[in-house]
């Protein structure tokens, strides 16, 4: 049927009427020399199904070295994130619908498992009984919440599915003690997952069963959004009208993918419930959600393999600012302010003058405040590592600090927006004081109150991420009419 | 009532809170031809687009398609009995590639459902085939146009005329039994306008398509049409020819009033 070019052409030139520059963008693509290269035509070259085996190859060989509670926090919640930042992406991503109360379905899974497997309503049944029980009442409470607003779009769903989520957590602080939730306190022992006989104990075994469970959803996923309801998911994204002009049943797909979207945060929330062997309700709340959001949103709405690493990014980003280990905190503070100047400054000769400048402003600094004052370098550096002989003679730490670095702090963050707005030689001048600023804060100010700056340290990655990649790291690019 | 007729309106009104925008309107479109619509912008052009395609509900009167009625039907199932439409302004699904565009409305024909998508089944991948074979062909309608690399290209990267032509193709997609073109030739140079022109001729000789088309070019639908309908204020006010319509004085009043006696 298709219309063959007239045969006298060449088949390799482009054709007349056809943007030679644009019909030569697969040539471009392969063009790409070096690492990246390699690594783009090894992706691509590599069949779907064996890039998931290879990843899940890679995943289960974590356990051989990592700890058990490294492999819990590393690895199991890494793979909890992976899993709700696909069925939030179904949502989200594909189906374009901005379902802010989403994390309560993560919550409604592991109450459901929580309730059928613990002694606080005496009932223990097997997971193979509870694990389906708490993907249905999560599916159907998905489908209710969809029904009730399916007219709904944008910010309107948003704020009727984000008193959804917000109700939830209310019901579930508000019963009595010996209630359906157990109230402000949750429920605690609640039982292994036991299924078929088998009963999960280690770490190492929920961190493989909940591989297992990414497997079977991630591959469900792919087949599902490669067929006429993902496309019909994406349309619906596009332009809900034209969708539905299109014979698209428009309110049905709304509501098939809020049921998958809550099956799947069910299914993982009960088997979190378990691994952690209790619940409450601030396990499942907004902070839960916008950390859910971020995976997605960094990753690359509508891409699968996109919410794998934002998942990986996040979590892995997340723990290790942990607070129980700051100096962590402080190699990646120091690291990516290097990597970035290393990496942005341009051309060579900017970025000699920033480095020499900034150890000399460093080194002067300290100098002249050992001179002027006693105390003014003699203050301890917290926590040790061998980063701590350069940091003492380098960033100037006294010992009775008062206000000052929470002046410094303030000064650093305008600096900062001077930054911005300043260009050439300027900026590489005012880049330096401001470098040197950030370690000062740093030491004195940020590494002391590590569950604070975690925080702020993560908000900053996700902001530069955003900035570097608005599509996040998968995604494609989005546009609106033009 | 004629067994030909595959679109008939009878005495279709429509109001917008008491703006009465199409009043007493009977139409017909019978198989295999070309009935233009024209009238000045406010006519109700549009909104009978919309009344057939079920975006809004008439409230009196009938619509029938081969025979039975539209009116109350929800828009997916008008489209799955076989209307399909373009846009004034254009509503593809920009983010979506060239093809994926052309192989949505394959839903109105296609039956695969949640399990056998998951699991791939034999089926679904056979229908899977079809559905891009199916694609492939609508595009290759617009010869060189829509083709090759462009297959896998977002539907954001092509030229405006390109994207016109994108959403004829997707409403061909449909198969369906009428085909609604708002104004298919807006916003197109002259050598377009001409290409858009010999399309829709092609989409009538060579692919048997029955069309209602919106156009205010009067070389488009000189060119085009069996049957030229004139609307102003919603009430049809010229029916024929496009030699007759086009010289009918209520026409000629329509788009530039009333120039006294001088013409006489």
Redesign the interface.
């Known amino acids: 049927m298709a219309d063959k070019p007239p045969t006298t052409e060449q088949p390799d030139q482009p054709r007349i009427g056809v943007d030679s520059w644009v019909a030569s963008s697969d040539e471009r693509i392969e063009g790409i020399r070096g690492a990246r290269g390699v690594a783009l035509g090894a992706f691509e070259h590599t069949p779907p199904p064996f890039r998931l085996a290879a990843f899940v190859a890679l995943a289960a060989t974590l356990p051989l070295f990592l700890s058990s509670g490294n492999l819990f926090r590393y690895g199991f919640f890494t793979l909890v994130y992976i899993m709700l930042g696909l069925g939030l992406n179904v949502v989200v991503g594909f189906a374009g619908l901005l379902d802010l109360g989403y994390v309560a379905f993560y919550g409604i899974g592991a109450y459901t498992y929580a309730i059928l497997s613990s002694d606080l309503h005496g009932i223990h049944w097997p997971a193979e009984v509870t694990i389906p029980i708490a993907i249905i009442v999560s599916a159907v409470l998905g489908l209710t919440l969809g029904l009730s607003s399916r007219r709904l779009l944008g910010d309107y769903l948003a704020i009727v599915t984000l008193f959804f989520g917000q109700a939830f957590v209310t019901f579930a602080n508000n019963a009595n003690p010996k209630g359906l939730t157990g109230g402000a306190n949750g429920i605690g022992n609640i039982d292994n997952i036991s299924i078929f006989g088998y009963t999960l104990t280690t770490t190492k075994q929920y961190y493989y069963f909940i591989l297992g469970g990414f497997v079977v959803v991630f591959a469900a996923l792919w087949s599902l959004v490669r067929s006429r309801i993902g496309r019909s998911w994406m349309a619906l994204r596009e332009d809900p009208l034209a969708a539905q002009l299109m014979s698209i049943p428009v309110n049905r797909l709304k509501l098939l993918a809020f049921m998958f979207g809550a099956g799947i945060a069910g299914l993982t929330g009960a088997i979190v419930a378990p691994a952690l062997t209790g619940v409450a309700p601030g396990n499942f709340d907004t902070s839960i959600l916008i950390t859910i959001y971020a995976v997605v949103i960094l990753g690359g709405a509508g891409s699968l393999m996109g919410v794998v690493i934002g998942a990986i990014v996040i979590n892995v980003s997340y723990e290790l600012l942990t607070p129980a280990t700051p100096d962590r905190a402080r190699w990646l503070f120091y690291g990516i302010l290097i990597l970035a100047m290393l990496w942005k400054v341009r051309p060579w000769p900017k970025l000699i003058t920033l480095v020499v400048t900034t150890v000399a402003l460093g080194y002067g600094i300290h100098a002249i405040a050992t001179a002027t004052s006693d105390t003014a370098t003699s203050g301890a550096v917290n926590t040790g590592g061998f980063l701590t002989g350069a940091i003492h003679s380098y960033v100037v730490i006294p010992k009775n600090p008062g206000r000052l670095p929470d002046y410094g702090y303030v000064l650093l963050i305008a600096m900062i927006l001077v930054l911005t707005t300043v260009k050439g030689w300027w900026r590489v001048a005012l880049l330096a004081p401001t470098l040197y600023l950030a370690a000062f804060v740093w030491e004195n100010l940020l590494i002391q109150q590590p569950s604070v700056t975690r925080l702020i340290l993560f908000g900053a990655l996700l902001v530069a991420l955003m900035n570097i990649r608005p599509q996040g790291l998968l995604g494609t690019a989005r546009v609106e009419i033009v | 009532m004629s067994s030909t007729h595959i679109l008939e309106l009878q005495k279709v009104s429509m109001d917008f809170g008491g703006l009465q925008v199409i009043s007493d309107l009977d139409l017909h479109v019978e198989e295999g031809e070309i009935v233009s619509v024209i009238g000045p912008n406010g006519a109700g052009k549009t909104t009978l687009f919309n009344l057939v ?1 079920g ?1 809004y509900r008439p409230v009196s009167g009938d619509i029938l398609l081969d025979g039975e009625s539209l009116v109350g039907l ?3 199932k008008i ?2 009995r076989g209307v ?2 373009t ?1 004034q302004t ?7 590639t060239v093809k ?1 565009n052309v ?6 024909h ?1 039956k ?1 459902g ?1 399990f056998s ?4 089944t034999p089926r ?1 991948r056979r ?2 085939r079809e ?1 891009e074979k199916l694609a ?2 609508k595009l ?1 309608f617009f ?3 829509l ?3 462009r297959w896998n ?2 539907a ?1 990267s092509l030229s405006y005329a390109n994207r016109r032509r994108l959403e004829i193709a ?2 061909t997609a ?1 198969l369906p039994r009428i085909l609604l073109l708002d104004e298919p030739a807006a916003g197109m140079n002259p050598a377009e306008t001409h290409e858009i022109t010999e399309l829709i001729g092609k989409l009538r000789d060579e692919g048997g398509y029955t069309i209602l088309v919106i156009e205010h070019d009067m070389h488009v639908v000189e060119g085009i049409s069996n049957r030229v309908v004139a609307l102003d204020h919603g009430v049809k006010i010229a029916e024929g020819s496009f030699d007759a319509v086009a010289t009918d004085p209520r026409v000629v009043e329509a788009y530039l009033g009333v120039s006294g006696t001088t013409t006489k």
Do not use: C, D
Not at chain 2, 117 to 120: M, P, Q, T, W
């Open positions: 395609t975006v929800p828009p997916h489209a799955k399909a439409r846009f254009l509503r593809l699904f920009l983010n979506m994926e192989e949505v409305p394959t839903w109105a296609t695969s949640v998508s998951i699991f791939r679904m229908e899977e559905i492939e062909e290759a010869g060189q146009r083709m090759g690399y290209q977002p954001y997707r409403a449909l």
